[in-house]
């Protein structure tokens, strides 16, 4: 009779390789918007074109978001299809409250449109 191996006489565990993380390319998925880059006061993020064919420049004026949802607010509300209310064209989108001053205001301040949700304000800017 053979004697039976214990515990000690037990052969090793094997090593396990290192967990690597997949690694991401181009044809992956972009990563979520929570992993998005949150931008602050004075962020030019872009330009955006109204419906009359003009373009804006686009930005943070104060709180934090990001520059995909300040393009994307803007390009949605800016769209013909938007329903505007009153000569201030004021709109919801994507739970931002949307207002634009009339043509002289904007050509007097530079601001054409501002856009609040919570305490972050975005701004639709004439472009000289």
Same mark, same amino acid.
């Given at each position: 009779?053979? $004697?039976?191996?214990?515990?000690?006489?037990? !052969? $090793?565990?094997?090593?396990?390789?290192?967990?690597?993380?997949?690694?991401?390319? !181009?044809? +992956?998925?972009?990563?979520?918007?929570?992993?998005?880059?949150?931008?602050?006061?004075?962020?030019?993020?872009?330009?955006?074109?109204?419906?009359?064919?003009?373009?804006?420049?686009?930005?943070?004026?104060?709180?934090?978001?990001?520059?995909?949802?300040?393009? @994307?607010?803007?390009?949605?509300?800016?769209?013909? &299809?938007?329903?505007?209310? &009153? +000569? !201030?064209?004021?709109?919801?989108?994507?739970?931002?409250?949307?207002? +634009?001053?009339?043509?002289?205001? !904007?050509?007097?301040?530079?601001?054409?449109? @501002?856009?609040?949700?919570?305490?972050?304000?975005?701004?639709?800017?004439?472009?000289?």
């Amino acid at each position: 009779m053979r $004697p039976e191996a214990g515990p000690a006489a037990s !052969a $090793p565990p094997a090593p396990t390789a290192p967990a690597i993380a997949p690694s991401i390319s !181009a044809d +992956s998925p972009e990563p979520s918007r929570s992993r998005a880059k949150l931008v602050g006061p004075r962020t030019n993020c872009g330009e955006v074109k109204a419906v009359n064919g003009e373009i804006f420049a686009v930005g943070v004026l104060s709180g934090r978001t990001t520059c995909a949802t300040v393009l @994307t607010v803007f390009r949605s509300y800016f769209a013909p &299809g938007t329903p505007r209310q &009153g +000569s !201030a064209g004021v709109a919801t989108v994507n739970g931002w409250r949307c207002a +634009s001053n009339s043509a002289a205001q !904007a050509s007097a301040s530079g601001r054409l449109s @501002t856009c609040r949700k919570a305490s972050t304000t975005i701004t639709a800017d004439v472009i000289p």
